[in-house]
């Protein structure tokens, strides 16, 4: 299944086209306030790296948080009216649950996974993580 997945939570986005776990682009951009302006080139060039039409796409994942609020709201917003236009369905994804995915492919042995994300202002996003579940 080809899947455009975007995250926009944090000081730098990203864009990224998948067909089933394969990688087929990315795209990334340092975006501090300007997720609304920098997302949509991210996802044009992802097509245009890729040679093909965003009408490809049979599903859309966004991160959805912790992280920055209006970050949020920009990536669900924009891929939300995507899906719409499509008709094509979104799934959500935690942050803290995708980085504990990726210790996890890491950390083969580990039992616990704890991601953590600077959430300024001197706190943090935490989530502890079985890793025999993710």
Same mark, same amino acid.
């Given at each position: ?8 939570? @944090? ?53 959805? @948080? ?5 970050? /949020? ?5 924009? &891929? ?35 991601? /953590? /994300?600077?959430?300024?202002? @001197?706190? &943090? ?10």
């Amino acid at each position: 299944m080809r899947l455009l997945a975007v995250d926009t939570t @944090g000081p730098f986005g990203s864009a990224a086209l998948l067909d089933g776990t394969r990688l087929l682009a990315e795209e990334k951009f340092e975006a501090g306030l300007n997720h609304s302006e920098l997302l949509m080139p991210a996802v044009d060039r992802l097509f245009r790296s890729d040679r093909s039409e965003i009408s490809s796409v049979e599903g859309y994942c966004v991160a959805a @948080g912790p992280g920055s609020f209006t970050g /949020i709201r920009i990536g669900l917003a924009t &891929i939300k009216a995507l899906a719409f236009a499509s008709g094509r369905r979104v799934a959500a994804v935690s942050s803290l649950r995708a980085l504990a995915l990726k210790l996890q492919t890491k950390e083969p042995g580990a039992r616990l996974l704890c991601p /953590i /994300i600077d959430a300024k202002k @001197g706190e &943090i996003y935490a989530a502890l993580f079985d890793a025999g579940t993710g």
